[in-house]
């Protein structure tokens, strides 16, 4: 036979269940926005990371060109050295 009867004790189980789940929800988003929070602070952070990795390659660059630029100098200064070592050597020869 079925008991059809509703007691105190029912009535606080449902209410506790009923609650759980709404705690649980709660929760869930509660959660959900703390994490939100922290990945938005991370995308903020690598974009930041990002543009500073731009800059250092730009720095980069620009120490490339200018050792190129002094490879080219260093090597007109040891041609010139040896034109004149060459012009000296022929004086003695000469003279």
């Known amino acids: 036979m079925i008991d059809t009867t509703i007691n ?3 009535l606080i189980t ?3 269940f009923v609650l759980g789940g709404i705690g ?7 959660d959900t926005a703390v994490v939100k929070t ?3 602070f991370q995308d903020n952070q690598l974009g930041a990371l ?3 990795l731009q800059k250092v390659g730009e720095i980069l660059i620009s120490l490339a060109q200018a050792n190129g630029r002094m490879d080219r100098i260093e ?8 034109r004149f070592d060459e012009m000296i050597e022929r004086q003695r020869k000469a003279g």
Do not use: C, P
Request: net charge positive; charged share 30%; proline share 0%.
């Open 8 to 10: 105190l004790g029912h």
């Open 14 to 16: 449902i209410a506790s």
């Open 24 to 30: 649980f929800v709660w929760a869930v988003k509660l």
């Open 38 to 40: 922290r990945l938005d």
């Open 50 to 52: 990002t543009k500073e």
């Open 75 to 82: 090597d007109r200064q040891l041609a010139q050295s040896k």
